[in-house]
């Protein structure tokens, strides 16, 4: 399995990103994925998540703002991010979990700041 996350940086707040992850080695279709963020000296907690069908779920403090969805032909699932706060300031990871197993990426920093 292997998840590679792209489209961090730094933006201003109100600003917006795209984050993506491109998945492999395991039939992308079948697995529900998720968007976590960690910030410094803080847990991982769950940002977005995305079903097999595309049924999503958010974080109270992410929805209205952000959107989660997957494109199945090109194994990938990204997240729009928009109106980001300093608050957002993370590494964003993608997952998702094989077999009791839970795989992350390597993480993409993103920065919200003047």
């Known amino acids: 399995v292997q998840l590679v996350e792209s489209g961090g940086g730094l933006v201003q707040p109100g600003g917006s990103l795209l984050l993506s992850c491109a998945a492999s080695?395991?039939?992308?279709?079948?697995?529900?994925m998720t968007w976590y963020r960690q910030a410094p000296g803080k847990q991982r907690t769950l940002v977005a998540g995305?079903?097999?069908?595309?049924?999503?779920t958010y974080a109270d403090s992410v929805k209205g703002r952000f959107t989660i969805s997957r494109d199945n032909a090109k194994n990938t699932v990204s997240l729009q991010m928009n109106s980001l706060k300093p608050e957002d300031t993370a590494v964003y990871y993608c997952?998702?979990?094989?077999?009791?197993?839970?795989?992350w990426g390597q993480g993409t920093q993103v920065t919200v700041s003047l």
């Open positions: 997952g998702t979990e094989l077999f009791l197993t839970s795989y």
């Open positions: 080695g395991f039939t992308f279709n079948n697995y529900p």
């Open positions: 995305i079903s097999v069908s595309g049924s999503t």
